[in-house]
């Protein structure tokens, strides 16, 4: 598996094992649909929460929470309109995103709640 792969691998485990601490509950993980993936689903407080999670091994070109590009948001958004439709959920939903970066010296983990919501 390439390097980056990896990489991703590595920060998924580390944000399941920081929503599972918070007291969110894992339902799903790498949901697929098509070419799109869902990364996270969890519950907590009777919300769906999709968490997109981003890990970089610096911070040199951007945070990673800035490479979910509206484009990305709008892939999220529909891929869970279909994992809805097809598991007959209707709860509120709530998009996250766990920013994580991962190298020799440092790990760290930014969750940002509610970062972006469905456009019209």
Do not use: W
């Not at 790498?30 to 689903?41: A, G, P």
């Not at 999220?76 to 998009?95: P, W």
């Amino acid at each position: 598996m390439a390097d980056h792969n990896e990489l991703g691998k590595k920060g998924e485990k580390l944000a399941v094992k920081h929503l599972m601490e918070n007291g969110y509950s894992i339902v799903e993980t790498n949901y697929r649909f098509k070419k799109d993936e869902l990364d996270i689903i969890a519950e907590k407080d009777g919300l769906l929460i999709i968490a997109e999670v981003k890990t970089r091994i610096n911070e040199y070109f951007g945070r990673p929470e800035e490479f979910v590009t509206p484009a990305k948001q709008k892939r999220i958004i529909n891929c869970t309109n279909r994992y809805l439709i097809e598991r007959d959920i209707d709860k509120e939903v709530r998009f996250d995103i766990i920013a994580v970066v991962i190298n020799a010296k440092r790990k760290s983990l930014n969750h940002i709640e509610n970062a972006f919501i469905p456009g019209p």
